[in-house]
């Protein structure tokens, strides 16, 4: 085995709290394919005022918030779990103790992957069908596309699919998987449902956003390479300037007194990984001593030379062991030790 083999068998293991990133498997390709076609359906039910918009406008007049005002308080506030600020800040600031406890950037790639592919894709669904919300409508049983609206699919709706969903797709066990997809579906749902009640978007929206979310969801796999790789490039990076700050610091812990002055290289693995550190000035039997990631110190290895080759060393002193009732040859026996022996025989 090459020694840098070696070393890499002996650094330390991160934690094993990081679940292995969902794949597209066929459920989720079918997941993804009729996800879509509801979407789609969607907006063509929309664009050409069909059943669903005259349902939109028969919600709207019955005026919810009019029917039930006693939780209007309670929904003004509960409709935070779907704006994009301050759900996006909460859930960062959980996964930014996971990365840390893990010691890797994925969970934060994967939210900042996951709202970037948000707002793209909800963004240019809203900008480019300008729907008028209900507050705003202008003509009774009429779409209200194209008139410089943004309300189409339902930001919030989408936004709190996505923001909580992340927390699903990056559970670490199946049971926690599916505990925090149910309470994800929960909380989507009832924050499509408290935007209706408020009146702010029509039912068709909020259909709309959960298609819109969920598509994003699971097109997640799809991004997981390049989420992969871009956290290569990061960590790398971190941990170049962590070593040009900290020069003399090690992964692992180090014994008392190991860590000899004068660190100045380091031998990098691909993915930024320390195999080897090297001491300047610190030697061991005429050899520089270099120290691994477990900061025991490991020497270079010498040339083979055969018998006749090497230099002739004398030992010094006698080889065998001392015993405690064993007279030392070089000890004069005297007379009483004579007589002794020769009673004793």
């Known amino acids: 085995m090459r020694t840098d083999e070696k070393k890499l068998d002996q650094m330390e293991e991160r934690p094993t709290d990081r679940a292995r990133p969902p794949q597209m498997t066929r459920t989720r390709l079918w997941l993804f394919g009729g996800t ?121 709706t989408a936004n709190a699919v996505v923001t909580w969903g992340v927390l699903a797709y990056l559970a670490t066990t199946p049971l926690r998987r599916r505990t925090l997809s149910v309470i994800a579906a929960l909380g989507a749902l009832g924050v499509g449902m408290t935007t209706v009640y408020l009146g702010t978007h029509w039912v068709s929206d909020v259909l709309l956003g959960w298609a819109a979310g969920l598509l994003v969801l699971l097109t997640m796999p799809w991004l997981e390479p390049g989420v992969t790789w871009v956290e290569d490039r990061l960590m790398g990076i971190l941990l170049r300037l962590w070593l040009r700050l900290r020069p003399d610091s ?56 055969i018998r006749s080759e090497r230099t002739p060393v004398t030992p010094a002193g006698s080889r065998r062991p001392p015993h405690a009732d064993r007279v030392p040859r070089t000890t004069p026996i005297g007379p009483t030790s004579v007589r002794g022996r020769n009673t004793g025989g």
């Open 250 to 305: 090690l992964r692992g812990p180090l014994p008392a007194g190991s860590l000899a002055p004068g660190v100045s290289r380091q031998r990098l693995a691909p993915d930024g990984e320390v195999l080897v550190r090297e001491t300047i000035g610190a030697t061991t039997g005429g050899r520089p001593a270099t120290r691994g990631p477990d900061g025991w110190p490991h020497h270079a290895s010498r040339p083979y030379t």
């Open 36 to 156: 879509l076609a509801v979407y789609v359906a969607i907006v063509v039910g929309v664009l050409t005022t069909s059943w669903l918009v005259t349902f939109d406008w028969q919600v709207m007049f019955f005026r919810p918030y009019k029917q039930w005002p006693a939780i209007h308080a309670f929904l003004d506030y509960f409709v935070v779990l779907g704006q994009r600020g301050p759900t996006a800040v909460a859930v960062a600031a959980w996964l930014g103790w996971r990365c840390w406890r893990q010691r890797n950037l994925h969970p934060l790639l994967v939210l900042g992957a996951s709202l970037l592919l948000l707002n793209i894709t909800v963004g240019a669904a809203k900008l480019g069908m300008g729907r008028l919300g209900p507050h705003y409508a202008t003509t009774v049983g009429a779409n209200e596309m194209w008139l410089g609206g943004d309300i189409f699919p339902s930001g919030h």
